[in-house]
Nanobody, 121 residues
């Protein structure tokens, strides 16, 4: 099991930007596709973005397409989520996880603590 630690969240005004990081332990990180997910209060966790093990392929939820960018640095065992033009509806706790070949199905049943993103209007 890989341990995942998310960071980089915070409070930002609408239209602002944040960059989230997910540091992963374990030697299998560089061979795994990774994804970002989020959970808003009272809602189920939803897929946000996914990236292949090499970083060559990415996939986004329609709600964030054109505003968010996922990337990874396998040398640092870290995956990132650059979030631009943030909207109040982006407010949620953000999590990362390894994902299956469809890029949207999480693999690990144990999630990290997540990082809170709050966007004020």
């Amino acid at each position: 099991q890989v341990q995942l630690v998310e960071s980089g969240g915070g409070l930002v005004q609408a239209g602002g930007s944040l960059r989230l990081s997910c540091a992963a332990s374990g030697r299998t990180f560089s061979s795994r596709a990774m994804g970002w997910f989020r959970q808003a209060p009272g809602k189920e966790r939803e897929f946000v973005a996914g990236i292949s093990w090499s970083g060559g392929n990415t996939y986004y939820a329609d709600s964030v397409k054109g505003r968010f960018t996922i990337s990874r640095d396998n040398a640092k065992n870290t995956v990132y989520l650059q979030m631009n033009i943030l909207k109040p509806e982006d407010t949620a706790v953000y999590y990362c996880n390894a994902v299956r070949n469809d890029y949207i199905s999480p693999i690990y049943t144990t999630w990290g603590q997540g990082t809170q993103v709050t966007v004020s209007s």
